[in-house]
């Protein structure tokens, strides 16, 4: 398994706003494409205004997949424009689990 941890660093006082887009209009989406959320947060303390959401796959072939089929969808394309209006920088990091991870 892999994990997706994608931060977006939204423009200040709009992490509400975004949120609440996200769980109305696009969570649906994109959960209906990638699968399995593994969590999604916002930051309290340390860097502000940060939106942090982890995605699982079995491997980097199921990630490839899975973003073309949501990339395709034209659900997506209409949601997307409204929520990077809303990012200032994006950042993907993979994250491969160690074996001694509760997450395989």
């Not at 609440?20 to 696009?26: C, G, K, N, S, T």
């Not at 399995?36 to 947060?41: A, I, T």
């Not at 079995?58 to 409204?82: G, H, I, M, S, T």
Request: glycine share 4%.
């Amino acid at each position: 398994m892999i994990v997706e941890q994608r931060t977006y660093t939204v423009k200040p006082g709009s992490v509400l706003a975004y949120l609440d887009f996200y769980a109305r209009e696009v969570m649906e989406i994109q959960t209906k494409h990638l699968p399995q959320m593994v969590g999604y947060f916002s930051t309290e303390i340390g860097p502000l205004n940060q939106i942090i959401h982890m995605w699982g796959y079995a491997d980097f072939n199921e990630r490839a997949r899975c973003r073309a089929a949501l990339y395709a969808d034209p659900a997506w394309q209409a949601v997307l424009k409204k929520l990077l209006e809303m990012i200032e920088v994006m950042e993907t990091r993979i994250l491969v689990p160690t074996a001694f991870s509760p997450i395989k």
